[in-house]
């Protein structure tokens, strides 16, 4: 068989390319060590520093008479490259006090030793701030450790000052590298029939709800985090999901916000500090005390933390979701989801009826229950189908303004 001439060519042309150019071309090709290092994502792992008790050692306000009250005191710290933080929002006053000031950033895990600076500060009444010493070394007043996250846990000490400062006192501190806390356990309640659970939310599911995230990357990633998170607080079935998913949907623009812009959260009552954050949207100081009271995390202290630790922040809607909010006979959002009552859902988490505050975009949740119940199928059992009718005849008949 005589081969076409097409054919006898490209083969010809093939055969006479020399092997050593065709090993440049891969050696071109092949990324160096030092560019692989470049592109390395960084391993980000959380570290807390708290400042567990003061003893003042020589009173920062006494004045020449030797009268004046105890030290007004707060802490400054900076954890690696990060920012230095303060705690003026939380000073305190006394001789021997146990503030538990805590602070929380995060660093790379890879990237070795990780220098913290400690400072302490007296707040006086016309604004101005006296240098407390803390260190024992001479013409230094704050105190500089340094912490290994990749290899210790924790880091317990004390240190006090030795007069290069207005004041002087001594201090206990503790640096550590949280570790994730597991979820207590709720208290077991009679949950759905084996075949009404939900299984996982699938890619193409995911990008049907919310059509405006176009970063499929991203949109994957946070897929595991949206699995992860329903499973663990029992957004496990249909109905949970509808609810759930159209919920977050309104109010973290279909997962583009997941942090509320800081123009939109000046005009709002809890400020731009404990703005809404995580694909729920948690806003106010108590609910950020509530949820770092569940995952034993400074929420209050560090707002940011919501939003840094991605797997987090999606944990912190499914608590929400399943702990936090409960009507006025504690049923839970899950509860009601059940039993299809989408619009004391809304009321919950937005805080008001829909009808009563058209800030609430009812017609925006409706069309986003719309697509959830379109793309995750019902359950098949008669009970659950009846469910879906009564919450689709409330939605077609729902109030609007």
Not at 24 to 51: D, G, H
Not at 297 to 326: C, I, M
Not at 349 to 369: K, Q, S, T
Request: aromatic share 8%; glycine share 8%; with cysteine.
């Amino acid at each position: 068989m005589r081969l076409p001439s097409w054919l006898r060519s490209l083969a010809a042309r093939l055969h006479g390319i020399p092997a050593r150019r065709t090993r440049q071309r891969l050696s071109r090709l092949r990324p160096t060590l030092e560019e692989l290092e470049s592109r390395r994502v960084p391993a980000m792992v959380p570290v807390t520093v708290a400042i567990t008790e003061l003893v003042q050692l020589r009173n920062p306000d006494s004045s020449i008479f030797g009268f004046g009250g105890d030290g007004d005191y707060y802490a400054a710290v900076k954890i690696g490259n990060n920012a230095e933080k303060n705690s003026t929002d939380h000073i305190i006053s006394g001789s021997h006090i146990f503030p538990n000031w805590q602070f929380t950033d995060y660093v790379d895990d890879a990237a070795g030793p990780v220098q913290i600076q400690i400072r302490i500060m007296d707040s006086d009444g016309d604004g101005s701030h006296d240098t407390v010493d803390v260190n024992p070394a001479g013409s230094q007043t704050a105190l500089t450790l340094t912490f290994y996250p990749g290899s210790t846990t924790v880091l317990n000490g004390s240190s006090a000052g030795n007069g290069d400062a207005g004041g002087d006192a001594r201090i206990s501190y503790q640096v550590s590298r949280p570790t994730p806390v597991p979820a207590p356990q709720p208290t077991p309640v009679p949950g759905p029939a084996p075949s009404c659970r939900a299984p996982d939310l699938t890619f193409q599911q995911l990008r049907h709800i919310m059509p405006l995230f176009k970063n499929r990357a991203r949109l994957r990633r946070y897929l595991r985090l949206l699995n992860a998170a329903m499973g663990e607080f029992e957004i496990n079935t249909p109905q949970r999901q509808w609810a759930f998913l159209a919920t977050i949907a309104a109010e973290s623009k279909q997962l583009i916000m997941l942090s509320e812009p800081i123009g939109v959260a000046r005009s709002k009552p809890y400020g731009v500090t404990f703005r809404g954050r995580s694909p729920i949207h948690l806003t106010g100081a108590d609910h950020y005390q509530a949820a770092g009271d569940y995952f034993q995390l400074p929420f209050k202290t560090d707002p940011g933390l919501v939003t840094r630790d991605l797997a987090l922040s999606f944990r912190v809607a499914g608590w929400y979701w399943r702990h936090f909010k409960k009507d006025a006979t504690g049923r839970s959002l899950n509860e009601l989801a059940d039993v299809g009552d989408f619009r004391e859902i809304t009321r919950l988490v937005y805080g008001a009826y829909p009808e009563d505050d058209p800030g609430a975009n009812w017609a925006i949740r409706l069309r986003a229950l719309a697509r959830a119940q379109k793309w995750i199928r019902d359950c098949p059992s008669p009970v659950s189908a009846n469910v879906a009718r009564q919450q689709i005849i409330y939605d077609e008949n729902a109030p609007r303004r």
